[in-house]
């Protein structure tokens, strides 16, 4: 949990230039891919960012993240719209 910690920190602080993608699962068990500019952590547990998936800002459970990688801003346009053939099952 600390390699995501220092992740999150880093693109928290290049916030201009950099974003997250990853699979995330809500508390149904739902999966869903989101892209998301990170801005603060709320606790040990979880942060809070602007979801461009949803378009608004969205708080996110660390331990419910998964498949994270760090892209480049400017590849992303609100809102973000993944085709039935991207997204997670």
Known sequence: M???KSLLSRVMQQ???LVIVFDYCDAK???S????????????????GLCLT????????LSRCQNIRVDLA??????VVFSQQSAVA
């Open 2 to 4: 600390s390699n995501l």
């Open 54 to 61: 949803r378009e608004e800002p969205r708080q996110f459970q």
């Open 29 to 31: 068990g739902s999966v």
């Open 33 to 48: 891919r989101r892209v998301v500019s990170p801005y603060r952590f709320l606790g040990d547990t979880h942060f809070l």
């Open 15 to 17: 916030s201009d230039d």
């Open 74 to 79: 400017m590849n992303y346009v609100m809102p």
